[in-house]
């Protein structure tokens, strides 16, 4: 499978949310209950959002198959705002190639470390990339309680 890396553009705003409402249903349901999956999901079906967000941020697509097969985002201060992979293209190397971009990208904007908010799912992945633990944040949306892990990474650049 060829994977291509590139620039997100506003036109992708509706596969993006799509890919990003499919995912949340099909993976991360595996970690979390139902009624934290619908208030997530849902999320990914505000169009304008995601808009505002490829305008803002450094924020990337994966393509393969003629298919967004995940995105990846950073903005200036280092914070990483997504990294999501398609649910049939998962476990391929698909958000390695992207961590590795968005890495690259902070390095050339001097940022001295990555962080993020972290669910239970890709947990596992950004700790075999150097990312630790480094504390929590309660967030409620819609009158859902979330509990955002927050792992940091030290850059060199």
Do not use: C
């Not at 979390?32 to 169009?47: L, M, R, T």
């Not at 304008?48 to 985002?73: C, M, P, R």
């Not at 992945?125 to 859902?144: A, H, L, M, P, S």
């Amino acid at each position: 499978m060829d994977i291509k890396i590139r620039r997100a553009r506003e036109s992708d705003s509706e596969e993006i949310g799509n890919m990003y409402f499919d995912t949340v249903n099909a993976i991360n349901s595996k970690d979390y209950p139902k009624e934290k999956i619908d208030v997530w999901a849902a999320s990914g079906k505000k169009f304008d959002k995601w808009k505002k967000k490829i305008s803002e941020q450094y924020f990337l697509v994966a393509e393969a198959d003629n298919i967004i097969t995940g995105i990846s985002s950073i903005d200036q201060t280092g914070y990483l705002d997504f990294m999501y992979v398609h649910k049939d293209y998962q476990r391929m190397g698909i958000a390695q190639v992207l961590l590795n971009e968005i890495e690259r990208k902070a390095s050339e904007q001097k940022n001295s470390e990555i962080w993020a908010y972290v669910s239970l799912t890709a947990d596992p992945f950004f700790k075999k990339n150097g990312y630790v633990f480094t504390g929590e944040k309660i967030i409620v949306i819609q009158g859902v309680e979330f509990v955002d892990r927050i792992l940091k990474k030290k850059l060199k650049y």
